[in-house]
């Protein structure tokens, strides 16, 4: 009997240290993207009314009017454009006409009609 627990013990320490070997548990690694960096470069509205379709936009400016469910006239210091607002971009803020905001979208080329910008983010100041 023994004979059998001794035996079952250096089984037991010889698969336990085979399981580790090998196995380097090093936390200090820490993944993620390498590569450019693409940031909006859109940051006016007279910028994004001559962008092309799909680039990306942040622009500081106020809501000046709500003309549909969704849809607003967006208003910074060189002009004013269309914005579609999706439900989740407003993050739980009340936003009014005496906010600054800061909307962060792309831009919809639509032909025959100027460029508007589909919103995915609202940030107030």
Partial sequence: MKTFK????????????VASAGFNDNTN??????GTN?????TTIAQALK??????????GKIQRQ??????????????ILIDVDDD???????????????????????FKANEIEVYRVQKH
């Fill in 67 to 80: 003309v549909k469910d969704d849809e607003f006239i967006f208003r910074d210091e060189t002009g004013e």
């Fill in 89 to 111: 971009a407003w993050q739980g803020q009340n936003i009014t006409q005496n906010d600054t905001i800061t909307i962060y979208g792309k831009v919809d080329e639509e032909s």
């Fill in 29 to 34: 690694q820490k993944g993620g993207f390498v």
């Fill in 51 to 60: 962008a092309a379709d799909n680039a990306q936009v942040q622009i500081t």
């Fill in 6 to 17: 001794l035996l079952a013990l250096t089984s037991l320490l010889t698969i336990s240290s």
């Fill in 38 to 42: 693409q940031t909006a470069s859109i």
